[in-house]
């Protein structure tokens, strides 16, 4: 709580005196009224629906405008929208409720990993995805980790929404579609990051664009499982 010396009101976290709402030193905002449980119910609305630093606000701008929110990270910008983590965070929650208490496989597959849940264990195709959209920008002079920043960010994203979604259909609709497999969400990461990593915004150029970034995240899986098979982790058989 604030500390109110001589009708002055202090910051609670660094202690400056407060000129209006919110704390020019630190940004917390203070809310000069008594608590209600309707100010409870509204704060909570607001922080789930409002436009700005919500996860709900991140996730629709990553969808709308993916280069603003990743960008603006990339930029040093910090906690007006979501940060990767907390983004990464919300999809391992979502996975792991929906392994727990809807279906074991994920993305239409079963993950057998020892010593870890099948949530964590899909993320390993981030550094996949980040290695090929690396090689293919790799003009733009951006280096890796702001490249896994945004496969991060896109792979939380749709990941999420894939499980929402796949899940919704199938218990009100009962109907189980094909689409919401791991393939398919490669594919929708790749095309995003078209809109992420091109300066070109000619349709013929995002095109190009995408398949060239298709093709060599193709190639990263094919010399991957040529090394594995050839280290003899893998059986193949007709």
Known sequence: ?????????????????????????????????????WNIISDYIF???SLEKSG????????????????????????????PGKILFYFLTIAGLHIVLVNARLFDMTIDISYTSPQFGIIF???????STYLTYFKQKLNFGEHFIATTYLFSVFGMLFI???????????????????????????????????KNNKWYRLIL??????TVFVLIISVLIGIIYLAGGVNIQD
């Open 1 to 37: 709580s604030e500390m109110c010396i001589r009708d002055r009101t202090y910051c609670s976290h660094c202690e400056t005196i407060l000129q209006d709402a919110y704390c020019q030193h630190c940004g917390q905002k203070h809310i000069n009224k008594r608590l209600t449980f």
């Open 47 to 49: 922080q789930i629906l």
């Open 56 to 83: 709900f606000a991140t996730v629709l701008k990553l969808i709308t405008s993916p280069k603003k929110v990743i960008s603006n990270y990339w930029n040093g910008y910090r906690n007006y929208y979501q940060s």
């Open 125 to 131: 195709i981030i550094p996949l995805i980040t290695i």
């Open 164 to 198: 929402i979604i796949d899940d919704l259909v199938n218990y009100y609709l009962k109907l189980n579609f094909d689409y919401f497999n791991i393939q398919y969400l490669i594919v929708i990461i790749i095309l995003w990051s078209v809109f992420v990593h091109s």
């Open 209 to 214: 664009n995408f398949v060239l970034n298709l």
